[in-house]
Protein backbone atom coordinates (compact mmCIF):
# COMPACT_ATOMS: atom_id res chain seq x y z
CA UNK A 1 0.00 0.00 0.00
CA UNK A 2 1.61 2.68 -1.19
CA UNK A 3 1.17 6.27 1.14
CA UNK A 4 -0.76 9.07 -0.33
CA UNK A 5 2.18 11.12 -1.20
CA UNK A 6 2.78 8.68 -3.84
CA UNK A 7 0.24 8.08 -5.10
CA UNK A 8 -0.34 11.57 -5.82
CA UNK A 9 2.57 11.23 -7.45
CA UNK A 10 1.62 8.51 -9.97
CA UNK A 11 -1.95 10.33 -10.74
CA UNK A 12 0.45 13.78 -11.16
CA UNK A 13 2.83 12.15 -13.90
CA UNK A 14 -0.69 10.43 -15.31
CA UNK A 15 -2.57 13.85 -15.80
CA UNK A 16 0.37 16.46 -16.93
CA UNK A 17 1.62 17.69 -13.45
CA UNK A 18 0.77 18.29 -10.01
CA UNK A 19 -0.83 21.84 -11.52
CA UNK A 20 -3.06 19.90 -13.90
CA UNK A 21 -4.48 17.02 -11.44
CA UNK A 22 -5.50 19.97 -8.97
CA UNK A 23 -7.69 21.17 -11.80
CA UNK A 24 -9.36 17.76 -12.09
CA UNK A 25 -10.04 17.17 -8.31
CA UNK A 26 -12.81 18.63 -6.50
CA UNK A 27 -13.37 19.48 -2.89
CA UNK A 28 -16.06 18.35 -0.47
CA UNK A 29 -18.57 21.10 1.04
CA UNK A 30 -17.71 22.03 4.66
CA UNK A 31 -20.40 20.76 7.47
CA UNK A 32 -21.72 23.66 7.72
CA UNK A 33 -22.56 24.36 4.23
CA UNK A 34 -24.04 21.07 3.98
CA UNK A 35 -26.08 21.44 6.66
CA UNK A 36 -27.70 24.74 5.14
CA UNK A 37 -28.79 22.89 2.26
CA UNK A 38 -32.89 22.69 2.25
CA UNK A 39 -34.49 19.17 2.67
CA UNK A 40 -36.36 19.65 -0.44
CA UNK A 41 -32.81 19.96 -2.46
CA UNK A 42 -31.75 16.67 -0.20
CA UNK A 43 -34.15 15.04 -1.86
CA UNK A 44 -34.21 16.29 -5.49
CA UNK A 45 -30.25 15.01 -5.31
CA UNK A 46 -31.28 11.39 -4.33
CA UNK A 47 -33.87 11.73 -6.69
CA UNK A 48 -31.75 12.36 -9.98
CA UNK A 49 -29.17 9.67 -8.66
CA UNK A 50 -32.27 7.31 -8.65
CA UNK A 51 -33.38 8.12 -12.45
CA UNK A 52 -29.83 8.47 -13.72
CA UNK A 53 -29.34 4.57 -12.50
CA UNK A 54 -28.61 2.84 -15.21
CA UNK A 55 -30.34 5.32 -17.86
CA UNK A 56 -28.25 8.45 -20.02
CA UNK A 57 -27.44 10.68 -17.62
CA UNK A 58 -27.56 13.58 -20.35
CA UNK A 59 -31.23 12.61 -20.60
CA UNK A 60 -32.17 12.85 -17.05
CA UNK A 61 -30.22 16.19 -16.78
CA UNK A 62 -31.62 17.73 -19.78
CA UNK A 63 -35.47 16.60 -18.56
CA UNK A 64 -34.78 18.04 -14.88
CA UNK A 65 -36.51 20.84 -15.01
CA UNK A 66 -39.68 19.52 -15.90
CA UNK A 67 -39.26 16.28 -13.48
CA UNK A 68 -39.20 19.08 -10.73
CA UNK A 69 -42.09 20.50 -11.96
CA UNK A 70 -43.89 17.63 -11.72
CA UNK A 71 -43.04 16.48 -8.81
CA UNK A 72 -43.63 19.93 -7.51
CA UNK A 73 -40.18 20.94 -6.22
CA UNK A 74 -39.61 17.77 -4.52
CA UNK A 75 -41.22 19.24 -1.38
CA UNK A 76 -40.12 16.09 1.16
CA UNK A 77 -43.65 16.24 3.13
CA UNK A 78 -45.71 16.34 0.18
CA UNK A 79 -43.76 13.64 -1.84
CA UNK A 80 -43.78 11.41 0.94
CA UNK A 81 -47.78 11.04 0.76
CA UNK A 82 -48.11 10.78 -3.41
CA UNK A 83 -50.78 7.95 -3.76
CA UNK A 84 -50.54 5.09 -5.94
CA UNK A 85 -53.02 6.81 -8.17
CA UNK A 86 -50.72 10.05 -8.48
CA UNK A 87 -47.51 7.76 -9.63
CA UNK A 88 -50.27 6.18 -12.21
CA UNK A 89 -50.97 9.86 -13.56
CA UNK A 90 -46.94 10.32 -13.61
CA UNK A 91 -46.46 7.29 -15.61
CA UNK A 92 -48.51 8.98 -18.10
CA UNK A 93 -46.76 12.41 -17.97
CA UNK A 94 -44.49 13.08 -20.23
CA UNK A 95 -42.34 14.99 -18.07
CA UNK A 96 -40.65 12.99 -16.06
CA UNK A 97 -38.91 8.70 -16.60
CA UNK A 98 -42.09 6.65 -16.97
CA UNK A 99 -40.58 4.00 -14.48
CA UNK A 100 -42.89 2.51 -11.60
CA UNK A 101 -40.45 1.06 -9.63
CA UNK A 102 -38.07 4.40 -9.74
CA UNK A 103 -41.48 6.68 -8.78
CA UNK A 104 -41.86 4.46 -6.00
CA UNK A 105 -38.79 4.97 -5.07
CA UNK A 106 -38.75 8.54 -4.91
CA UNK A 107 -41.79 8.54 -2.35
CA UNK A 108 -39.74 5.87 -0.52
CA UNK A 109 -36.64 8.61 0.01
CA UNK A 110 -39.59 11.02 0.24
CA UNK A 111 -40.77 9.52 3.55
CA UNK A 112 -36.33 8.85 4.97
CA UNK A 113 -35.53 12.66 4.76
CA UNK A 114 -38.73 13.30 6.44
CA UNK A 115 -38.11 10.58 9.35
CA UNK A 116 -34.48 12.08 9.07
CA UNK A 117 -35.67 15.58 9.93
CA UNK A 118 -37.90 14.47 12.85
CA UNK A 119 -34.86 12.48 14.08
CA UNK A 120 -32.08 15.06 13.60
CA UNK A 121 -34.18 18.01 13.12
CA UNK A 122 -33.04 18.28 9.43
CA UNK A 123 -32.06 15.89 7.03
CA UNK A 124 -29.22 17.84 5.81
CA UNK A 125 -27.77 17.87 9.84
CA UNK A 126 -28.00 13.85 9.54
CA UNK A 127 -25.70 14.24 6.03
CA UNK A 128 -23.48 16.75 7.61
CA UNK A 129 -22.48 15.24 11.13
CA UNK A 130 -22.28 12.24 9.71
CA UNK A 131 -18.03 11.11 10.05
CA UNK A 132 -16.59 10.54 7.21
CA UNK A 133 -14.50 7.66 8.96
CA UNK A 134 -17.45 5.55 8.88
CA UNK A 135 -18.53 6.88 5.96
CA UNK A 136 -19.28 2.98 4.89
CA UNK A 137 -21.87 3.14 7.72
CA UNK A 138 -23.77 6.24 6.07
CA UNK A 139 -24.08 3.70 2.76
CA UNK A 140 -25.20 1.19 4.93
CA UNK A 141 -27.93 3.47 6.74
CA UNK A 142 -28.79 4.48 3.26
CA UNK A 143 -29.21 1.33 1.53
CA UNK A 144 -31.18 0.17 4.45
CA UNK A 145 -34.07 2.91 5.18
CA UNK A 146 -33.95 4.07 1.03
CA UNK A 147 -34.87 3.15 -2.31
CA UNK A 148 -32.80 2.38 -5.50
CA UNK A 149 -29.73 3.98 -3.95
CA UNK A 150 -27.43 0.95 -2.68
CA UNK A 151 -23.80 0.94 -4.03
CA UNK A 152 -22.74 3.29 -6.51
CA UNK A 153 -26.19 5.02 -6.91
CA UNK A 154 -25.86 6.22 -3.37
CA UNK A 155 -22.08 7.25 -3.66
CA UNK A 156 -22.87 9.26 -6.40
CA UNK A 157 -26.08 11.12 -4.25
CA UNK A 158 -23.90 12.03 -1.99
CA UNK A 159 -20.74 13.26 -3.74
CA UNK A 160 -23.09 15.27 -6.18
CA UNK A 161 -24.37 16.80 -2.96
CA UNK A 162 -20.97 17.78 -1.98
CA UNK A 163 -20.67 15.16 1.15
CA UNK A 164 -17.22 14.38 1.50
CA UNK A 165 -17.16 10.82 0.04
CA UNK A 166 -15.25 8.10 -2.24
CA UNK A 167 -16.98 6.55 -4.71
CA UNK A 168 -16.10 2.61 -5.95
CA UNK A 169 -16.00 3.47 -9.59
CA UNK A 170 -14.38 0.66 -11.96
CA UNK A 171 -10.67 2.74 -11.68
CA UNK A 172 -11.00 3.78 -7.99
CA UNK A 173 -11.72 -0.56 -7.49
CA UNK A 174 -8.80 -0.94 -9.74
CA UNK A 175 -6.44 0.65 -7.84
CA UNK A 176 -7.59 -0.51 -4.48
CA UNK A 177 -6.67 -4.23 -5.48
CA UNK A 178 -3.48 -2.83 -7.23
CA UNK A 179 -2.86 -1.76 -3.88
CA UNK A 180 -4.50 -4.88 -2.36
CA UNK A 181 -6.50 -3.45 -0.40
CA UNK A 182 -9.08 -6.04 -0.83
CA UNK A 183 -9.34 -9.40 -2.26
CA UNK A 184 -12.74 -10.44 -3.61
CA UNK A 185 -15.79 -8.30 -4.08
CA UNK A 186 -15.50 -4.93 -3.30
CA UNK A 187 -19.03 -4.73 -1.87
CA UNK A 188 -18.47 -7.96 0.64
CA UNK A 189 -18.87 -6.33 4.41
CA UNK A 190 -15.21 -7.05 4.87
CA UNK A 191 -14.08 -5.11 1.83
CA UNK A 192 -15.78 -2.49 2.85
CA UNK A 193 -14.64 -2.47 6.04
CA UNK A 194 -10.46 -2.71 4.66
CA UNK A 195 -11.44 -0.21 2.06
CA UNK A 196 -12.25 2.29 4.65
CA UNK A 197 -9.47 2.01 7.05
CA UNK A 198 -6.99 2.39 3.88
CA UNK A 199 -9.08 5.57 3.23
CA UNK A 200 -9.01 7.06 6.68
CA UNK A 201 -5.30 6.09 6.23
CA UNK A 202 -4.46 7.86 3.23
CA UNK A 203 -6.51 10.95 4.45
CA UNK A 204 -4.23 11.12 7.61
CA UNK A 205 -0.86 10.48 5.30
CA UNK A 206 -2.42 13.42 3.41
CA UNK A 207 -4.17 15.66 5.68
CA UNK A 208 -6.82 15.35 2.62
CA UNK A 209 -10.12 14.60 2.23
CA UNK A 210 -12.21 11.05 1.45
CA UNK A 211 -12.93 12.74 -1.40
CA UNK A 212 -9.84 14.14 -2.68
CA UNK A 213 -8.16 10.62 -2.23
CA UNK A 214 -10.36 9.25 -4.25
CA UNK A 215 -10.31 10.95 -7.32
CA UNK A 216 -6.36 10.73 -7.13
CA UNK A 217 -7.16 6.84 -6.98
CA UNK A 218 -9.20 7.08 -9.80
CA UNK A 219 -6.41 8.75 -11.76
CA UNK A 220 -3.55 6.68 -11.09
CA UNK A 221 -5.58 4.37 -13.19
CA UNK A 222 -7.65 6.00 -15.47
Same mark, same amino acid.
Given at each position: ?R???????L????K??K??L???????????S?A??????????????????????????N??P????? *??????????? @? %?? $???? +?L??? =?????????????????????D?????????K??????S?????????I?????????????? *???????D?F? @? %?? $???? +????? =?????????K??????????????????????R??????????
Amino acid at each position: MRTFSKLYELAAARKGGKQALDTLIGKPKSAGSLARIPDDRWLSGMAKAVFRAGFNWSVVDNKWPDIEAA *FDGFDPHRVAY @L %SD $DHLD +ALLKD =TRVIRQWRKLKAIVTNARYVVDLAEEHGTAAKYFARYSSTDYIGLLADIKRRAAYLGGVTGQY *FLREMGKDSFI @L %SR $DVVA +ALQRE =TIFTGSPTSKSSLVAIQRAFNDWVEDGGESLTRVSRVLAFTVG
